[in-house]
C-alpha cells in the first residue's frame, strides 16, 4: 500500500506515477477528474502516459478529462478501448489564452469531456443551476416541447430563475497567480465534481498538480484522493492545503471571488 504523502479527514495525497500508484490503492471513486499531461508542449512532464485511461477505468465509472481537440482525436481510440463512452463536452473559456502562434486562431478555450462505463442511469448527474441571466417571464411558464426532443405539446411550470448550466462556462485562467504552469482555476473544477460526484462522494485527480482539484472538493464537500508523480508539485498541493481551509472560510483572495462569481 503506498504511503501518503500528505492528508487530512477528506483529502489525500500521493507522489509517484498514477499508473503505479491508482491500482495498489483499491479504490472504488464516484469519479476521476484529469488533467493529464496534453502532449503538447516542451514541458519536461508533458508526455502523455500511455495506459492511464485504462487504469482510470478500473476505479471509476465517471470521468471527467481536461484536454484538447487535437489530444483527444489522437487519443480516442484509447478511451474506447477502456470501456469509456463520451457523454458531453464542455469548454471553459479563459480572460485570456497562452502560447499564442501567429498563423492560428488565439486560443483562449480548453476543453473538458464526461465519459462514463456500464448504464447511464447507474450514474450520479447533477448539473448545476445557476441564476438566469435573462429577465423573468412570470411565476408560471407555458413552454413548448420540441417534437426533437421526443414530446410534442405544451407543459407549465413553476419559474424560479435557475437554468441548467451552460456548455461554455467562462471562468478567469489563474493568469500571474498559478503555482503550476497548467493550473485550473477552483471556478470550473467546481461544477464538474458537483455535476457528477455526489456530495461526501469519493473523486481521485490522478494528476493532481497544485491540488486545485483536491481544493475544490473539499470546499463543495467532497473527499479526494491526489496522485503527482513531481515532488515539486506535491509539496506547493501540500501546502495549499494546509492552508486552503483559512482561504476558503474566513478570507476568499479577490482572484477566488473572480472566478467563483464566474462559474
Ligand atoms: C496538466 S498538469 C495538472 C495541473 C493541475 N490540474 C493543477 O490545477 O495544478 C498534469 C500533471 O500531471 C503530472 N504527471 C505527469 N505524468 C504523471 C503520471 N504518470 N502520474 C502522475 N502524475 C503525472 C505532471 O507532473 C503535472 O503536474
Not at 458537483?194 to 473527499?223: I, N, W
Request: hydrophobic content about 35%.
Amino acid at each position: 500500500m503506498p504511503e501518503p504523502y500528505w492528508s487530512d479527514d477528506t483529502v489525500t495525497l500521493y507522489v509517484g506515477d498514477m499508473r503505479e500508484v491508482l491500482p495498489a490503492l483499491d479504490v472504488a471513486a464516484d469519479l476521476v477528474l484529469a488533467d493529464p499531461p496534453y502532449g503538447e508542449t516542451s514541458l519536461k512532464w508533458d508526455r502523455w502516459p500511455d495506459g492511464w485511461v485504462k487504469v482510470a477505468a478500473e476505479v471509476s465509472r465517471s470521468l471527467w478529462c481536461f484536454g484538447s481537440m487535437r489530444m483527444f482525436l489522437l487519443h480516442r481510440d484509447e478511451f474506447e478501448a477502456a470501456g469509456w463512452k463520451l457523454s458531453q463536452d464542455i469548454v471553459w473559456e479563459k480572460h485570456n489564452g497562452s502560447g499564442f502562434q501567429k498563423d492560428r486562431f488565439k486560443r483562449v478555450h480548453e476543453t473538458a469531456t464526461h465519459w462514463y462505463r456500464g448504464q447511464w442511469r447507474d450514474l450520479h448527474t447533477s448539473v448545476p443551476r445557476v441564476p438566469s441571466t435573462r429577465p423573468r417571464g412570470g411565476d408560471v411558464l407555458t413552454g413548448r416541447q420540441a417534437a426533437h426532443m421526443g414530446a410534442i405539446g405544451t407543459r407549465s411550470y413553476v419559474d424560479d430563475g435557475m437554468r441548467l448550466m451552460r456548455t461554455v462556462i467562462p471562468v478567469r485562467s489563474m493568469h500571474h497567480n498559478a503555482s503550476h504552469p497548467t493550473e485550473k482555476p477552483i471556478g470550473i473544477l467546481t461544477p464538474l465534481l458537483e455535476y457528477a460526484c455526489p456530495p461526501a462522494g469519493l473523486v481521485v485527480d490522478p494528476f493532481a498538480g497544485s491540488g486545485s482539484t483536491l481544493e475544490a472538493a473539499r470546499l463543495s464537500g467532497r473527499r479526494a484522493i491526489g496522485i503527482e508523480a513531481d515532488e515539486k508539485y506535491a509539496e506547493k498541493a501540500a501546502r495549499r492545503l494546509s492552508q486552503a481551509p483559512l482561504i476558503g472560510v474566513a478570507a476568499p483572495t479577490r482572484d477566488e471571488e473572480e472566478t467563483r462569481g464566474n462559474a
